[in-house]
């Protein structure tokens, strides 16, 4: 036996050492064959615990190294750089886990949890007798980054992976970049003005000289992986030339079709040409095809384009696609609000005074459809009582969505605050079932519209919302009093539950990365990887990963900018090198692993006859190893000969 | 076509006007309803012990019986409808309840010998229940059914009201959205009425309680009525004995505790639908009701 193996058995506190008799494991494994050191320390991912790896490498002439700890995900790259500081290959140093899969599901039985401690380090003692010695593979990458989504997360993580001296493209698939944020009146927990501080931005990131920004323009295809993605847009046909366009106005002016503005939430109407604000970014109009008088009316229209005085307007104009090269994506789509019609016992979608809370804010923003004054859709008239009901779809396992929206209960303060500022001797009500405030100068916001603008509080769900005698009458319980409530009211604003974007599980799919069972984008670690996805390249910011208010969201995408920065900061990609291999001697050329490969890594090289692995694609999946009938196809530090070593260990005995 | 029908005890005896209606219209748009050989009581409210099993025999038995005669029942009483479809949806979900009620139904076959010739397979919930309203949405076709009026209900302002047991729960009574139905309006609007859309439409008519406390109950058919009157209906329209005894005949208790009340006639929907099919005489039966829908339907020339 020439291999030198080191067995480091941690205790991690009590975690294992509670359980598995750890003394017994390291003083068994340093009986065993090829193992030259073994030994056992409280917390060895500590700065002695590394210490002692190290030493005892050098000390002991170590050729291997197995850490018996927790988890691989959360410390194998740990002691990797701490085998590779003290002169062992990092892929000679393997975990073997009997924290999770041993002391913390074994707590009862304290003999055989020491048992399988020991089986599951022997097991890796096998697999290190064979480890290889490898090095990364470097791949040439693309500094260029993607930003999918021009809210309030895309444009930050854009700005700053762009500050940071990278070529970013931001896509927008709407009209302008901006977002729900643009949509807001004022923000809580500061009533700062959305607009005010939402427009410098949007007016940054757009004349970043490193940011080339794509509104109304959607991903078509994504290829490739980290490092070197092929990019598809699809620019959609705005039916006029946004490069030519001087942004005068005059078509929106005189185009004779309506339809309700998806930015007004429906509340005002907008034109067949539009902008979907005047402070839009960019500030040039697109053609909605759907709406137009031209399209739907047999050409019979063509108002804005007798009238464009730069000659813009061209209704033969096609969808584009733009190809391109970037090294990163962040995924930042956003959110939307859970269907008001799925709300029928509110008579959500029925009745024109039961409204949505961004319906709410478009009504108390300044530059909105009624200038910030507070007035009723049916009639216009100035509601003197408002029902704010929050968990409208949220936190609903039973008939709608079970998480929390998150920012529903403060969102709704702000609302039933800012309507007390404009209606003085208005009532507001805010049914909830807690009011949650986690955030900096949140608490202290609730406590004030409670205490100072008299927003009246009920602990309780609403049942029903009907209308009679032109009121909207709430019906509902305030559970502190234990006492069932009708409010007459004037209108009743909800609080709908936030929910990812209804083109964003689509793209996801598109881009193979994972979502939960809502649709939110999945991180690679709930805690410690919360801005990246499993899939490597790409990085997630904003609401398309999970409710979150504006600071959260900003944060996130600068999180995510920062990790791409870091990714970029290396001249080349490297890859990990556990990937297949394919051994020329005995492969006989069937193309079995082409045909099972995920990421078209396997292909057939016409000359040798056989098979070959890209290593700069391979993601080491094992697909073909499975599958190749010669057992041609091998993993690295992964091999047949490895795995039955390794389950002829786990056997015995 | 012929579709087993399974009236209730309701139907059977105190409600004929409802039976005798329905069975009538049935014949007009084409569908022959065929009385169960054999039924009992449905067991007239569905547990909400999830232990026991013995609440539910009553429902199983009889769909048993239904199963000999076709794959598909049709009832009409609310209550019926609510507890053959729920205890059904047990059958078919629950498997060891499934084996325990058929256990229980064996032993009931052995001791009546008069109907073991009748039921020897097993229940498993090989039966569709049906309301007769979705009999005639589904089965026959509302626009098959349009087909076959002789009038129209012009003008008439007609409330729906659905009452609580048709709809609820909703993901067991697949019936309709509770919060916002459709089907009683569809089916208004098939006859040409004037729909009346009102709050109260399905909350409950206070059911049961009439017997355990009358006030409570008609508290509750009282907002009912109340609301389809500030809606200006002309008549209520329901599917339900329980909720016609409570919204019709109640109505004389509500006169005595609210000033200048107006009364408003309650029927069931078979019996317009029987108007507009042009079936007359004994079929169409109005002597039970406390509050003469003939008034206002001769006002509208439907008589």
Redesign the interface.
Known sequence: MEERIGVFVCHCGSNIAGVVDVKRVAEELGKYPGVAYSTDYTYMCSDPGQTMVKEAIKEHNLSGVIVAACSPTLHEATFRRAGRAAGVNPYQVEIANIREQCSWVHQSDKEAATEKAIKIIKTMVEKARLDEALDPIAVPMTHKALVVGGGIAGIQAALDIANAGYETILVEKGPSIGGHMAQLSETFPTLDCSQCIMTPKMVEVAQHPRVKMMTYSEIEDVSGYVGNFKVKIRKKAAYLDRDICNGCGLCMEKCPAKTPSEFDEGLADRKAIYTPFPQAVPNKPVLDREHCLYFTNDGKCGVCKKICPVQCVDYEQEDEIIEDEVGAIVVATGYDLYPIEN???Y?GG?YPDVITSLQFERMLSASGPTEGEVKRPSDGKVPETVVFLTCCGSRDPE?HMPYCSKVCCMYLTKHAMLYKHKVHDGQAYVFYIDVRTAGKGYEEFYTRAAEEDDVLYLRGKVS?I????GKV?VWGADTLSGKKVEIEADMAVLGLATVPNAAARELANMLKIHTDEWGFLAEAHPKLRPVESLAPGFYLAGAAQGPKDIPEAVAQASGAASKVAHLFAEEEYHREPIIAWIDEDTCAGCRVCVSVCPYDAAEFDDEKGIAVIKEAICEGCGACIAACPSASAQQRNLTDEQVYRMVSAALEG | MKIPYYPGCTLHERALDFDVSARECAKAVGVELEELPIWTCCGAVFPLVSDSVMEILAPVRNLSYAAREGDKVVTLCSFCYHVLKRANKVVRDDPEKMEKANLFLRADTDAREEIESYTKEDYEGQVDVLHYLEMLRDVVGYDEVKKKLRRTLDGLRVAPYYGCMLLRP?KEMEFD????PSIFEEFLETLGCDVVDF??KTECCGGFQIVADEDLAVQCSRNVVG?AL?NDAEIIVTTCPLCRYNLDKKQHEMEKSVRGFKKIPVVYFTQLLGIALGIGGEHIDFSDNYVDPRPVLAEKSLL
């Open positions: 709300l029928g016992e008579g029925k008939a029903k009907f209308q009679e005698d009458v | 909703k959205d509770p919060e916002q709050a109260m609301s500030k």
